[in-house]
């Protein structure tokens, strides 16, 4: 069964540094890894997708990595505004259609 | 830009009772799936919907849940009776395909309360 972790549980940081949110996953078999912001209260806005094949993929101030043989998925955020404050969760799809499994979420807060 | 909807965004019931919460995918989205989200955690599915039909109904609570989605468009997610364990976000989403390019798209969610 697979299982998604992301570490930190939380994160705090002043306005304009540069950070990794850091993601693992026990079966390295995916077919996708997606990344996901959620405000408060709120549903979930995809942020980025990254294929089994590929190793990352960007957009805007985002960039998300992927390393399968390492269990391993990064989003890097350069630049942070007070904007990005919210909960951000990565999931892995499965083998049995594209059901989701979700990490727990990294909650950052970006201080002005 | 097309949007998932849910309703009711908030929901107050008293155990024992039952509750309905209703999803409508993006138009033309095959795919529909129901998760659910304690607080704190990230949400995990409960049914996958492959236009009528169940695909995946692994992690449903037969006993108290149940799940439709009679025309192949919208759906509800039914518990009865509903239980103070309960208590969280429920999210509809729905994707073009299958796997293993599609992005899921997610509404706002219905949030519950079980007093």
């Known amino acids: 069964k697979q299982e998604v972790t992301q570490i930190p549980a939380a994160l705090s940081v002043p306005e304009g540094e540069n950070l990794v949110l850091n993601c693992s996953f026990t079966?390295?078999?995916?077919?996708?890894l997606q990344w996901f912001r959620q405000d408060p209260g709120k549903g979930l806005t995809s942020l980025l997708l990254?294929?089994?094949?590929?190793r990352e993929q960007t957009s805007g101030r985002l960039n998300a990595s992927l390393d399968k043989s390492s269990g391993r998925s990064t989003l890097y955020i350069a630049a942070s505004q007070p904007g990005d404050s919210a909960t951000y969760l990565c999931?892995?799809?499965?083998?049995?259609?594209?059901?989701?499994?979700f990490g727990g979420g990294t909650r950052l807060m970006v201080k002005p | 830009e097309a949007e998932v909807a849910q309703s009711p965004r908030y929901k107050i019931t008293e155990k024992s009772q039952a509750v309905a919460f209703w999803c409508d995918p993006i138009?033309?989205?095959?795919?529909l799936y129901w998760y659910r989200q304690i607080l704190g955690q990230g949400p995990e599915l409960l049914v996958q919907?492959?236009?009528?039909?169940?695909?995946?109904d692994s992690q449903l609570p037969k006993d108290r849940f149940s799940a439709e989605r009679l025309k192949g468009v919208d759906s509800t997610l039914k518990i009865q009776p509903a239980e103070l364990g309960d208590s969280a976000m429920y999210l509809c989403?729905?994707?073009?395909?299958?796997?293993?390019?599609?992005?899921?798209?997610f509404g706002p969610g219905t949030r519950l309360t079980v007093l």
């Open positions: 138009s033309g989205h095959a795919t």
């Open positions: 999931a892995a799809a499965t083998r049995a259609g594209n059901m989701l499994t």
């Open positions: 989403a729905s994707s073009l395909e299958t796997p293993p390019t599609d992005t899921q798209y």
């Open positions: 990254i294929q089994s094949s590929q």
């Open positions: 079966d390295s078999a995916i077919y996708n």
């Open positions: 919907f492959q236009d009528e039909s169940v695909v995946d």
